[in-house]
């Protein structure tokens, strides 16, 4: 699976972006997909995550009732919506797949289990 993650940018505080990550292959539907970021100076962290069918979708504390996750099928495509964006929301944001497996509804945010990365999209939250 070759993953590319679009969308980034620079934002004021309070703005909104979408971010795409766009995957190849016929198997998309078998992989579970999440979002992670880093910001300069920091750990790459978790951020969200969605099963194989989209029924299930886990976010950081730091971006709940803000970022929505989801994904279409049919475009083998996933989606991070970011409202409310805040300065510390700056990084460098990445999508990852992992092929399915029941460990994901326990262990969506290790960093570790995703088989796959796409590169980054730097988004810029101004103040």
């Known amino acids: 699976v070759q993953l590319q993650a679009s969308g980034g940018g620079l934002v004021q505080a309070g703005g909104s972006l979408r971010l795409s990550c766009s995957a190849s292959g016929r198997t998309f539907s078998s992989y579970s997909m999440g979002w992670f970021r880093q910001a300069p100076g920091n750990e790459r962290e978790f951020v969200a995550a969605?099963?194989?069918?989209?029924?299930?979708?886990y976010y950081a504390d730091s971006v709940k009732g803000r970022f929505t996750i989801s994904r279409d099928a049919a475009k083998n495509t996933v989606y991070l919506q970011m409202n409310s964006l805040k300065p510390e929301d700056t990084a460098v944001y990445s999508c990852?797949?992992?092929?399915?497996?029941?460990?994901?509804?326990?262990?969506?945010?290790?960093?570790?289990?995703?088989?796959?990365w796409g590169q980054g999209t730097l988004v810029t939250v101004s103040s």
């Open positions: 990852a797949a992992w092929a399915w497996s029941r460990r994901f509804f326990s262990a969506y945010s290790r960093q570790s289990e995703y088989e796959y």
């Open positions: 969605v099963s194989t069918g989209g029924g299930a979708t």
